[in-house]
């Protein structure tokens, strides 16, 4: 079981920019940030290999957001720039079977609110 702890979410307004964070606590071969906002189904929107870097963004945030690694630290970023009221969520961490289109989370992270408002 890998450990994982988010942090870095906040309130933030329309167009303003946040990075959060996701520290394991042991190796993984890919990882991945979900969301959920309220009412709706959890859904990947940004992951990455643990073999070759490889990275895959769903349309929504292609663009915008940026998923990287620091293996030193196992910790993965998501560095998230022009936010929309529509990006508010509860943003979650995941160990992937495989990066492309975020698929197979094994592990989870506890979640962290990012709220995008005015």
């Known amino acids: 079981q890998v450990q994982l702890v988010e942090s870095g979410g906040g309130l933030v307004q329309p167009g303003g920019s946040l990075r959060l964070s996701c520290a394991a606590s042991?190796?993984?071969?890919?990882i991945g940030w979900f969301r959920q906002a309220p009412g709706k189904e959890r859904e990947g929107i940004a992951c990455?290999?643990?073999?070759?870097?490889?990275?895959y963004y769903r349309k929504s945030v292609e663009g915008r957001f940026t998923i990287s690694r620091d293996t030193v630290t196992k910790t993965m970023y998501l560095e998230m720039n022009n936010l929309k009221p529509e990006d508010t969520a509860i943003y979650y961490c995941?160990?992937?079977?495989?990066?492309?289109?975020?698929?197979?989370?094994?592990?989870w992270g506890q979640g962290t609110q990012v709220t995008v408002s005015s």
């Open positions: 995941a160990t992937l079977l495989s990066y492309y289109f975020c698929v197979g989370p094994r592990n």
């Open positions: 042991s190796d993984y071969d890919a």
């Open positions: 990455i290999s643990a073999v070759d870097e490889s990275t």
